[in-house]
């Protein structure tokens, strides 16, 4: 008698490899989100020098434009790396903390400073000074890794490896 000849597909032992993010997918979100940190940092280092520059204080919008912005590309960077690393819920993740941050931006931070929409809205997309422009980036870099991290999140592959 024969014994039973290997089979293709998974080990008849152990577990299932898990889904993991489309590889491409991951690459792009990711990049996509480093961009979107690198404008959160251009961001909370204008604030850093403008706090350096005024001699009696820091404002209450600088000091949390400082505190949001270093705990924000914190974040960001630790989805970005777990969407790089082709995990599902980091992209989900990065693709939650980015529409946050839009948020944040467009509703929150008019509503906590008292500041008219239309103002704020005019204010973001003038590209005045640095630190508007960091602003308007980080809002439209952060709608697009949301997007692109939604999509590495719903694009799987069983990370099994094809066999000829």
């Not at 509703?107 to 960091?134: C, E, M, Q, R, Y």
Request: proline share 6%.
């Amino acid at each position: 008698m024969q014994p039973n000849p290997p089979q293709h597909g998974f080990a008849p032992y152990g577990r299932p490899p898990k889904p993991r993010a489309n590889a491409g997918a991951a690459v792009v979100a990711g990049s996509l989100a480093l961009l979107t940190v690198g404008m959160v940092v251009w961001f909370t280092l204008y604030n850093v020098v403008y706090a350096t520059e005024s001699a009696d204080h820091v404002s209450g919008p600088v000091a949390q434009n400082l505190i949001g912005g270093v705990v924000g590309a914190g974040a960001l960077a630790v989805a970005a790396g777990f969407t790089f690393a082709r995990r599902i819920a980091g992209a989900w993740t990065l693709s939650a903390l980015c529409a946050l941050y839009v948020l944040a931006i467009f509703v929150a931070a008019p509503l906590l400073w008292g500041t008219p929409f239309s103002v704020h809205l005019g204010w973001i997309f003038g590209f005045d000074k640095s630190n508007g422009v960091a602003v308007a980036l980080t809002v439209i870099f952060a709608i697009l890794t949301a997007i692109m991290a939604a999509i590495t999140g719903s694009v799987r592959s069983s990370g099994e490896k094809a066999r000829g």
